[in-house]
């Protein structure tokens, strides 16, 4: 197999993991060397000492250094690329709430190989140029607009660049195109079913909707079974981040037991974040991606800070890229109250238990004399005013949540439709407590 094929078809992805292997030393040692055009990484690998011919085997990726999101921070806009400028041809900036954005740099072999990944993970769950392909990710800045755009295009699919929001025209694309697959993320994807049901329009049978890519944002497997539901389709976890190109960094296959990470594209590592030492498969650590392919902006171990775990590296499908459990959260997304380490994901699996419950919720975090409390708002699924069984229904809740989080938050079911709903993003946690110092 020619390996540096400029376009890795995406049917022919299953290296063993010897090959794999192989390929990814002969990459991470071309990465190393190339990382010295760039001013940050040969000023860190000279502080070091280190060489690029120090890195002899794959596990010599750990003398390597970390790169956090803060030294693309630091280094804003431009002081990581490892080409000249004038051999970018696009980048993408993702804005901090702190500080400055980050910035990532792009050549055309760059997105070229972006594409192909998205080519890749779309083939893989069985997309081919004869189905139609709707993106309702926000263009522009969000990787997740020109990355499936791009990536759906390769494939050969026709693509329809929807763009977010606007429902009601999201569904005519959907109903007069034909779509047969849509990328959304998945709190998007409980809106479009609500405005289909109140515009009388079954998705099972007035759509030709099959496959959903579902991604960008945390969620559950009970999330994802309640959209497949509800319209009748497969929906595939689908993870990316800006500093990885975007999406295209890892898919489920068919089997849906875990994201499968592009060994050929990145080196993945799962470390303890406080020790930073790899920590043995199956245990939940932070997620560490070196990329392998990329030359305006190579990144050497990257701390994503997104929790998960190894789940295995064989798959019945037939490929030996890792596969990775679904993801917890950030670690920065990670609520401590009362000294109770909680994801927000931990509350949406036993919401999402509950048919009577609607799949948008919202956390809030308060101080009330002096004492720090979490509110769940929840929307119901239908019109109810059954106060009786609203209550009984509040009380099943708030048990089962005391149950997974170990704290008693205080439930309210509200009317459907009564939470915001982002067109991004969906925002889960309002913390207002009080800071003291
Ligand atoms: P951005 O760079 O703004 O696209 O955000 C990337 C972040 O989104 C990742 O680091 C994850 O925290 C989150 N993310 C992306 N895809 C997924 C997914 N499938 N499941 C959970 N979180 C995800
Ligand atoms: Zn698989």
Known sequence: MNYDSPYLHPDKEALSREELEALQLQRLQKTVKH??????????????????????????????PFTTKQDLRDTYPFGIASVPLSECVRLHSSSGTTGNPTVILHTQKDLDEWANAVARCLWMVGLRPDDVFQNSSGYGMFTGGLGFQYGAERLGMLTVPAAAGNTLRQIKFITDFGTTALHAVPSYVTRLYEVMHEKGIDPR?????????????PHSEE????????????????????????????????????????????????????????????EIGELVLTTLNREAMPLIRYRTRDLTRVLGRTCPCGRNHVRLDRMRGRSDDMIVLRGVNIFPIQ??????????????????????DDNDNMTVEVEIAEFADDYGMLQNLTKQVTRALKDEILLTPHVKLVPKGSLPVSEGKAVRVVDKRKVYQ
């Not at 940050?40 to 070091?48: D, G, H, Q």
């Not at 976890?237 to 975007?246: D, H, L």
């Open 223 to 282: 999330q994802r079974q309640r959209i497949e539901q509800m319209l009748g389709v497969k929906a595939y976890n689908s993870f990316g981040m800006s500093e990885m190109c975007g999406p295209g960094v890892a898919f489920e296959c068919k089997e849906q037991n875990g994201l499968h990470f592009w060994e050929d594209y990145y080196i993945v590592e799962i470390v303890n974040p406080d020790t930073l030492e790899p920590v043995p498969d199956g």
């Open 205 to 217: 049978k007035d759509t030709k909707l099959r496959v959903l890519a579902i991604g960008a944002e």
């Open 35 to 64: 990382c010295m055009n760039s001013p940050f990484y040969k000023k860190r690998f000279e502080e070091m000492g280190l060489k690029p011919e120090d890195i002899k085997t794959l596990d010599d990726v750990r003398k390597l």
């Open 347 to 368: 509350i949406e699996k036993i919401l999402m238990q509950y048919p009577e419950l609607g799949s948008n919720y919202l956390i809030t975090l308060t101080t009330d």
